[in-house]
């Protein structure tokens, strides 16, 4: 079956740096695009970055040039670099993918916390 597992989450002063990893199995890695969401207490969960297939990147506008997200096919792993955190990044952190049919895949989360 499908799998996301997250890691890389903790807590950070802010303006500090975390890397988030998220491994996927079940899946032909390559060909999915990939996204990170978070969310915040009492907020909706949003969408924080996306890469694509073919290495296409897009970010909210709250994270860019401080996110970067990246792939890496043969370690069916998507990282996402968090740069100059903010306390407004505090969120549990979900890598998503979409599978065929309409799935739709989670992970379990992983949880940073940026203090001030």
């Known amino acids: 079956q499908v799998q996301l597992v997250e890691s890389g989450g903790g807590l950070v002063q802010a303006g500090g740096s975390l890397r988030l990893s998220c491994v996927a199995s079940g899946i032909i890695f390559r060909i999915n695009d990939m996204d990170w969401y978070r969310q915040a207490p009492g907020k909706q969960r949003e969408l924080v970055a996306r890469?694509?297939?073919?290495?296409?990147?897009d970010y909210a506008n709250s994270v860019k040039g401080r996110f970067t997200i990246s792939r890496d096919n043969a370690q069916n792993t998507v990282y996402l670099q968090m740069n100059s955190l903010k306390p407004e990044d505090t969120a549990v952190y979900y890598c998503?993918?979409?599978?065929?049919?309409?799935?739709?895949?989670w992970g379990q989360g992983t949880q940073v916390t940026v203090s001030s």
């Open positions: 890469i694509t297939s073919g290495g296409s990147t």
């Open positions: 998503n993918t979409d599978g065929v049919f309409g799935a739709v895949y």
